[in-house]
């Protein structure tokens, strides 16, 4: 056809039949993923209503993770400055959509640099005394970390100890408390974290594991979690350094905890 000419009707009329029939073959095509999608997701609100009760108190509890620079001068509960910049915040941001009606009190008490030991020192008032109804745990990595640069003489040994007693401690004020336990997590070909860290870190992993069975606590698999994402883009999209997450890695671990307690 001359490009000079104009099109007839009768081609005209057959343009549109084509691009009605691809646009509906490609419509029927996403039909079953986006079936999947709604139907993960129904799922998972469900599960998540299911978790927690009207009136819940939710606590997160951690270290730079979880800390994520929020505002440690405010303190206060369902406030984007005191909940940081993280996981947590998105986390949080979804619970509070989702169950609206559900008037949940969310706190972020995560300070960056904390180990066990230091959780435990600070336990009473930023866990005991919010009288919690969840309580969110991920602390691990400095344990390991600041005893590998030697600023630390803690061992698994201790880690396991330190930790098992700060929750033996909580279960003794809070008997009805609901834990989550988080797999401390490491990412190498990053900034600070190399292939050496992987099978002395594994024994903190599988320490935190088998406390979250121990605790009949819901264990969060953010080790796994990542270890798929690195199929999809390099450690270094995930995370910086190796341990602190990236933007896409929180959202990555929001999505790891929201799955592990639906």
């Known amino acids: 056809m001359n490009h000079d000419q104009k099109p007839t009707k009768d081609q005209l009329s057959r343009r549109r039949f084509f691009v009605k029939a691809g646009l509906g073959a490609a419509a029927a095509a ?46 206060l509960p369902n406030d984007a400055a005191s909940i940081g910049t993280g996981y947590v915040y998105l986390i949080a941001a979804g619970i509070l959509k989702e169950l609206a009606g559900h008037e949940l009190t969310v706190y972020n008490r995560g300070i960056s640099g904390n180990k066990v030991y230091q959780l435990a020192e600070r336990w009473q008032e930023d866990c005991i005394d919010l009288e919690p109804d969840v309580l969110s745990i991920l602390i691990g990595v400095n344990d390991y970390w600041h005893a590998r640069q030697g600023r630390y003489d803690g061992t698994p040994e201790v880690y396991e100890r330190d930790f098992r007693e700060l929750l033996n401690r909580t279960r003794e004020s809070l008997p009805n408390i609901k834990l989550v336990i988080c797999e401390p997590f490491i990412l190498t070909e990053t900034s600070a974290v190399d292939d050496s860290w992987m099978e002395p870190f594994r024994v903190y992993r599988e320490i935190a594991s088998k406390l979250a069975g121990e605790f009949s606590a819901v264990r969060v698999p953010f080790q796994q979690s990542f270890n798929v994402a690195l199929t999809k883009a390099p450690a270094t999209h995930w995370t910086g350094d190796g341990v602190h997450p990236s933007l896409a890695g929180c959202r990555l671990m929001a999505d790891a905890w929201l799955e592990a307690i639906s």
């Open 30 to 75: 996403a039909v079953p993923a986006i079936a999947g999608s709604c139907s993960s997701g129904q799922k998972q609100k469900k599960g998540i209503s299911r978790f927690f009760s009207p009136g819940d108190v939710v606590l997160f509890q951690g270290d730079s993770i979880t800390d994520a620079g929020r505002n440690r001068q405010r303190q």
